[in-house]
């Protein structure tokens, strides 16, 4: 694995890999790693514990593997979520 990333790519890659519904193939797209070098990289960036946990988390989880979605696009927005515009909350 020599994808020669600078630190701001590896704080984005750790930060997609933590979010449920980026999948692993978004990272591979975007940065050129496939799971495994993603599981290496969090390994070797992230504390022990924390490793243990992000694992944890997603091991068997449908989201992070494209095939594997119900879905096939989009995020779950809730109906009572508010709207924002011109940087303003609207009420309902």
């Known amino acids: 694995m020599n994808h020669n990333l600078n630190p701001i790519q590896i704080d984005r890659i750790i930060e997609m890999a933590w979010e449920d519904r980026t999948t692993f193939d978004a990272i591979k797209f975007q940065f050129g790693l496939k799971e495994q070098e993603v ?3 969090m390994r070797n960036h992230l504390k022990r514990s924390s490793f243990n946990l992000w694992r944890k988390r997603v091991s068997g989880r449908k989201t992070k593997h ?3 979605r119900d879905f096939t696009e989009g995020r779950f927005k809730c109906s009572r979520q508010r709207s924002i515009s011109n940087n303003k909350i609207s009420k309902r």
């Open 66 to 68: 494209e095939k594997k």
């Open 39 to 41: 599981i290496h990289l």
